[in-house]
Each structure stands twice: as C-alpha cells, then as structure tokens.
C-alpha cells in the first residue's frame, strides 16, 4: 500500500544466502561418518524457511549453498538460523546450535560473506515478547502511628509471547528482592491459548517501621530510605505445563528499585533470557557462512519521489546515456544489485522499460568489435534484463519448465553419464537413454513456447534484433545470439540448474537429480549457443558431453530453435494472446477452518494443499488430489486478516464470500502476507468487492468484534485499501524510489567529487572525457548538470528523513508498546537525533549540496 500524504510506512527485505558450516562437533557418541543436516531461517522464533537437507555429509563440515528472499512483514528481534541434525532411525530432528543477530547489528553484516559463531540453544535463551508492568510505591499510616511501606506491582498485559509445542498457556511470577537477600515470589492466574494475555493482577509487598507522630517531615524522607529496602522486583513468564518437566520459561525482566524514591512507573519491557542461559553448555559448536543483505527503507508519499523520480525516467531522453542520471546510479553506486533491481522496477512500473533497456542497449552495442561479446559481460543493460526477465517471465517458466521437472523429479532416473562418476551398478548406455528421453522433454516445451512469451519480453527482444541488424548488417547470426545469449544461457537454463530459486519446486533435490539437471541445464546453454556460426558441441570441456551433443542434438532443434528466436523478436508489440488456461500463482500447505456447510456440521481446522489461479483458489487433501473445494475469483468478495483473539492463532486470515467465510491459517507471516497480496491482487477488480468486514469470527451465534448475533449483520470495519496492481508483477514504485535514495545518499560523497571534476571541466571549457575512479564521463557538461540536479533531489529527500526521524523521537517514549524498555532500536534513534542535533541539524549530504547549490546548473 502506498503512504497517505504525511504518512510513512517501514518495509523491511531480506536476502539471505546460506553458505556452509565448518569445524561441527562430533556426536555426543563420538562416532565419525555421514549424517543428514539442514539449516532453519527464523524471524525471532517464528520459521519462516528451510534450507534442503545435506545428506549424508561429513560430520565436521556441510555445504547448504541456498538463498532465500523475501519481505519481512512485521517488527521482530532476531534473525536466527538454527541447524538441525535429522534423526532417521528415530524420526526426529536434533537442534545442533543456532547463529543469533540482533536486528540493529545486520548493517554490519550487509552484503559480505561472514562467518558467526554457532551458539548454544536451550529453553532459558530462546525468549520473546514484552511485559507492561506497573510498579507503585505506597505509604500507609494505621493506628499508634505505625508506618507501613510498601510496594505495588500489577502486571497488566503481553505480547507476542513465544509458542512452546504448539501452544502458549502463559502465566507471571513476581518476586520481590530485598536488601537482606530476602525473596517473596507471587504468581497470576495462567491465561489460555494466548500469546498475547490480559492479566491485570497486582501484588502488595510491604516492610514496617513505626515512627512518632510528631515525625510527619521526617517519614516522608524516611519513605526514600524505607523503599531502598526493595531492592529489584523480578517478574518472569512461564508457559504452564503442569506435566513431569513443569512450567516453561518464557523470558524475564528486572526492575530495580533503589533508586525508586517516591515514583511510580509504568512501562513496557521486552523479555530477557535468565543469566544462567547457554552457560552449563558446550563452547565451540563451529560456525556458519552467511552472506546477509537487509533493508529497512521508511518510505513517504509518492510525491516525496516526484524529482527524484523525474529524472531517472527522463534518462533515455539524455544525450549522450553516460550522462543520464540512470548511468551515473549504474556506475557511482557500488550495490549493484540493488540498483538494478530498483531500477528495473520502477522503469517497468511506469511503462518505460522498453526505452530504457534499447537506450542503453544501442550505447553498449555501439562499442562493440567482436560480436561474440555482446552482452556477455555483466554490464547494466544485461542486469536489467536478467532481472526484467525473473520480474515478468515467472509464470512462463512454470507453464514451460515445471511439468517436465516434476517428472525428473517424481522418476528420479539416473542420468550420469560420466565414466568416472558412475555409482556401483548403473548402467552408462542405460544413463545416456534416460538424459536423451530428458533432453527432448526439456527442449520441446521450450522450442514451442514463444507465443507464451510475456509481451515485454517480446519487445525487448525484437529491440536487441533491430539493434544488431543496425550494427552488424553483414553477420546474420548476431540477429540470433544477441537474444539466445538472454533467453537460453540467462533465462532457462539457470532456472533448470536452481528450481528452487526460481520458486519452480519446494522439493529437496536429492545428489543424482541435481547432477541430471546440470546435464540439462549445459545442454540448454549449449543450445543456444549453436545458432552461431561456431559448433557449440567444440565448447565442451568433456569428451562424454560433447558425444551427448553431436548424437543427439539434431538439425530439427537447430531449425526449431532458429524458429522459435525468430517468433519471440517478430512481434513488435509482443503478443497479445490471451491467456485461456489458468496461470498458477502460488500453491502450498495450508490450515483452514471448515466451513460448515451443514447446519449441523463440525468446524474443526484440517490441513490441506492449496493452489491458487488466475481463476480460482482450490484445496485438496494432498498435492495432485481432487480438489475438494473450488472458489471461482469472482466469488472473493474481500481477503483480510482475523483478529488473533477470534481462534487464538497468528498468521490468520479470511475470504469473504457471499453467504460464508472461510478462514484459513497460513505456516508463517512471509507466507500470510503472500497469500494475501496474490489473493486481494487477482480479485482487486471484482465490481462487488465488499467496502466492510467482520475483523474478528461469527462464534457462539455472535461476531467476537461487534457483538452482533446476526451472521449477515454488516461489517464492521472498512476493508484494507489496496493499490490497483498487475497482476501478474506488482512494483511499488515508491518503495523502489526510497531505495535508491538510500544508495545515493550511502555513497553522496563520491557524487560530490564527480561534481567537482565536472565542474571543473565545464568552467575551462574541457569538451573531451573526464575519468575519475575508473568512470569515463563523455560529456562533462552535460554530466554536471545531470548531477546538479540529482544532488538536490537527494538533498530534499534527505531533510524529509531528518524531520522525520526528529517527529519519531519526539512522538514515542521510551517505555511505551512502540518503544518497551531494552529497545536498542529506539536507543540509536536517539542517540543518531541527537549526533544530528550537535551538528547543527544538516548532515554530510546537506553540507555537500549547500556547496553545489551556489553554482548556476
């Protein structure tokens, strides 16, 4: 959703890849060999996902190699990865250790590979939520004039409490520490199925003293003295389970008291681990390589963006491109990735990714001089392809890809036709036989899927035919290549080799299958390679690959392929055609309440395996079974999240149809928020989309949110606003514009130094190239005034940010839900405001533009 005028919203992205662990300890029977290892991504202790599992690997060291990507929904502590030992003989999985980072430690981490120490893990260490607790101090005179002191201690609420075994039945301890080590412990009343209870309980705790009456002054000092006597007040959470292991430890916090005096405090807390935590446990449990790349972007309106915005999009009109303010992001910011992602995005967004790709297209095939070059190089033009093409050709790849993988991976046939790699058994000749059946399954979905082609990628590829006829009229090859070297080598084939990656399988691909895709995936590369001139087959290093590619890749998929590059650059405006079949969007396990059908029917919560298309959502009882329900889009009259207090269960949500609602529970928040956007994306246009809806259950012949006994009473609350969007690649174009901000203001100086050379070149007249760092900037002029005006967009951007982070400091107290105590996040707000406000409220960035601002653009 987009920001309101005024309004600024976090979003948060995580990529994360999961490289290896080394140095693991051995078993707790010391015995060496293989075992089966996997790694597990959580937000704080919620999973979110797991890696495929390492099987059979060496017990000291394992390889995972996975990356994960995705948005994170919610505020959270950690992110944790734990490792797990699977248990096959005994069928469950032993927890190894874990690597821990705070959320306001992963700058330090961002986009480097680094290797963290494998912690322990046990029930003391593993806490989250936060406590509101009010603590008063009480004087009370009774008869004689014996004074009586004492302390008030009322736990109020918490949230987000940690779920033990599937459950959280919470309940609080409160123990008064006296100065004479004394100890009083009192507890609440335990509160079920509930991460978040009420308990609003208080608990007295007193000392006495008797003074005489003629010391009304002196008791009221003496009530400081008095109160010193309660030392520290420890309130600690427990999860009730009555059974043989007793009640759970949740997280604790402690509250001094000496310095008390006569206030009273109310504030949140978050939970702490006990002091004993990890301590009774093994040190050195090995390590784990990460490489870590987190986002956390406050984006504003979108007219924040506007100049910003303006000048990115007007970059294909700059002559020459290098001075375009697209080229100087390309090349001044060092995360290239996230430029081209963002870049890509948001040229996509506004409908100008076609100008933008062919501006920068025509600069980078005007340098040319050998044509087996071209685009080969990881350049900006060829990024933002690549990346244009995981954008808008994810469901061209399943529809083209996924029934033939489903199959490898279903059969499971050994393909390995390397003499030297053959397992005890296998047959070679049979090996070769099962990779030709493979070879022409892969290739003939491919060959005969160009008008499946999404549009964009059309037009993008009859652009780079155009431009090579232009540049290369003589080698009529190049007319092939240019586009082979993006579809098959960038497109398809990394997709066959990394199906997970590109969302094309959840399975865990065991050793064989994923060497039989790599035979696949060379020979697609190969494939493509073979509309030049050159003999593809000669580019095998392996005399077994290249026998594979003359025997078996024939003159019909040389002519195929020639057909099908001709088909996907000869539509000028891409193609058209409708799509009759349904396109799958998402499918997984979910949990779903039933819904009742009968008057008299039982509502109890079953999993099932859901898939949602363009024109349907349906569930069954596993993957490939009968559908058992079948809700047309048409029918979803709105998708919104259930109050937690309706089932006492997170990450649920609701469908609103005509006449019932059908609640479901998603595994995770990443999954809920995903369901949620396809679901509210591809019903978004439905003209009878309901305008309220019921937040909380119809239970007990009454809505839990208004009370209303009607069923079909009207909502009660107005419907999310969701942004119109494609369906088929949403872009939140603001979201993308604040990234890129961010970039350049990460990397402002360099800007500035750019600027100053141009300014130099302009003011004596130096018409010819300026470099500086390995940046050739053609014409300096032209260049100066491109970076002008994007130092004073950034500027602006800028101070919007600082007014903001000062309304933030001033707007939420340290202590509140927003802000509980322990909140380091809140601390270095605090302490950056007030490094900004010793430096005169302006900043580097600031500084920097107020110098370039005196000097006419």
């Known amino acids: 959703m987009a920001a309101s005028p005024g309004q600024v919203r976090l979003e948060q992205r995580l990529r994360v890849k999961i490289g290896e662990a080394k140095n693991l300890v051995l078993r707790n029977h010391g015995s060496g060999g293989q075992r089966d290892v996997y790694c597990a991504i959580s937000l704080d202790q919620e999973e979110i996902f797991r890696s495929a599992t390492a099987e059979k690997t060496l017990d000291m ?18 992110l944790s990865f734990y490792l797990y030992e699977r248990d096959r003989p005994m069928k469950t999985d032993k ?10 430690h992963l700058h330090k981490y961002h986009g480097r590979d680094q290797w963290f120490p494998i912690t322990p893990v046990d029930a003391d260490s593993e806490v989250q939520g936060k406590v509101h607790v009010e603590v008063r101090p009480l004087q009370v005179r009774h008869l004689n004039d014996c004074c009586q002191h004492m302390v008030e201690v009322k736990i109020l609420e918490c949230s987000d409490l940690a779920i033990i075994n599937g459950s959280c039945d919470p309940l609080a301890s409160v123990t008064m520490i006296y100065t004479n080590k004394k100890q009083e412990t009192k507890r609440t009343k335990a509160k079920k199925k509930t991460v978040s209870p009420h308990f609003d309980e208080a608990f007295m705790f007193e000392q006495s003293n008797q003074r005489g009456g003629s010391q009304d002054r002196e008791n009221m000092y003496s009530l400081v ?34 310095d008390m005096g006569l206030k009273k405090r109310d504030a949140w807390y978050f939970l702490q681990p006990r002091n004993s935590a990890g301590k009774n446990q093994r040190g050195d449990l090995g390590t784990l390589r990460l490489n870590i790349h987190y986002t956390s972007d406050n984006v504003f309106s979108s007219q924040s963006y506007d100049s910003l915005r303006n000048l990115i999009l007007q970059s294909t009109g700059v002559e020459p491109i290098t001075a375009s303010v697209a080229w100087l992001l390309g090349e001044v910011v060092p995360q290239k990735h996230d430029v081209v992602q963002s870049l890509t995005r948001v040229f996509l967004h506004h409908g100008q990714v076609v100008p ?58 050994p393909c390995e036709i390397d003499p030297t790699k053959l397992q005890p058994g296998e047959s070679r000749e049979a090996n070769l036989c099962n990779l030709k059946e493979y070879i022409n399954q892969i290739l003939k979905p491919i060959i005969n899927s160009a008008l499946n082609c999404p549009p964009v990628m059309c037009q ?91 025997h078996y890749i024939t003159d019909k998929h040389v002519e195929g392929t020639r057909t099908f590059l001709e088909i996907l650059s000869s539509i000028p405006n891409g ?47 596993t993957e490939g079974g009968q559908p058992l329900c079948d809700i047309p889009v048409e029918n979803i009259l709105a998708v919104e999240r259930v109050q937690e207090s309706s089932f006492k269960i997170k990450n649920m949500f609701q469908l609103v149809q005509e006449g019932r609602t059908l609640y479901i529970q998603a595994m995770n928040c990443v999954e809920e928020k995903e369901w949620m956007d396809l679901l509210t994306k591809v019903c978004q246009y439905n003209t009878h989309r309901l305008k309220q809806y019921h937040p909380g259950a119809y239970i007990n012949s009454n809505w839990l949110c208004c009370k209303s006994p009607s069923e079909h009473a009207p909502g009660c609350s107005a419907v999310s606003n969701y942004l119109d ?7 939140d174009s603001d979201r993308e514009m604040e990234r890129l901000k961010s970039l350049l203001v990460d990397n402002f100086a360099y800007l500035e130094e750019l600027h100053n050379m141009c300014e130099k070149a302009n003011l004596y007249g130096t018409s010819q190239e300026v470099s500086i760092g390995g ?27 600082e007014n903001h982070q000062l309304r933030l400091k001033h707007s939420v107290t340290y202590g509140s839900k927003q802000a509980p105590i322990g909140d380091d996040n809140y601390l270095l707000l605090a302490s950056n405001i007030a490094k900004f406000k010793n430096s005169g409220g302006t900043g580097e960035v600031d500084n920097a533009v107020r110098k370039t601002s005196s000097s006419p653009c």
């Open 460 to 550: 993008i590829f009859s652009e780079l035919k155009e431009l090579a006829n232009t540049y290369f009229p003589n080698e009529r090859e190049v007319r092939y290549s240019v586009i082979s070297g993006f579809v098959f080598l960038r497109f398809f084939a990394p997709a066959i080799l990394h199906p997970k990656l590109f969302d094309l399988t959840s399975e865990q691909i065991d050793p064989s299958t994923q060497r039989t895709l790599t035979l696949l995936s060379k020979i697609v590369q190969s494939v493509g390679n073979q509309v030049s001139s050159r003999q593809p087959h000669q580019s095998f290093r392996e005399s077994y690959m290249r026998e594979v590619f003359a």
């Open 356 to 413: 933008f790709v062919s501006a920068f297209a025509r600069h980078e095939i005007s340098k040319i001089t050998d044509t087996n070059t071209i685009f080969r190089g990881n350049t900006l033009v060829s990024k933002c392809i690549d990346e244009l093409m995981k954008l808008v050709g994810h469901h061209y790849l399943r529809s083209t890809l996924k029934p033939t993988l489903d199959l490898i991976f279903r059969e499971r046939k």
């Open 775 to 801: 940046v050739v900037m053609e014409n300096p002029a032209r260049t100066y005034q491109s970076l002008h005006s994007l130092m004073s967009s950034v500027h602006q951007l800028q101070q919007e940010h």
């Open 725 to 731: 969007c494609d369906l088929k690649v949403h872009i």
């Open 575 to 621: 193609s058209q055609k409708a799509h009759d079949t349904p396109v799958i969007l998402k499918e997984g396990i979910m949990i779903k309440r039933a819904q009742g059908r009968k008057k008299f029917g039982i509502k109890n919560f079953k999993t099932r395996f859901f898939r949602l298309t363009t024109h349907s959502l349906t569930y069954s009882k």
């Open 95 to 104: 927890i190894m250790g874990k690597v821990s980072i705070k959320k306001e």
């Open 225 to 258: 003295e008095e109160v010193a006597g309660f030392q520290e007040v420890r309130v600690a959470l427990w999860h009730d389970s009555p059974g043989v292991f007793g009640n759970v430890f949740l997280g604790e916090v402690k509250i001094p008291l000496s």
């Open 61 to 78: 060291s394992v390889f995972f190699g996975e990356e994960f990507q995705f948005d994170i929904p919610r505020e959270f502590r950690f």
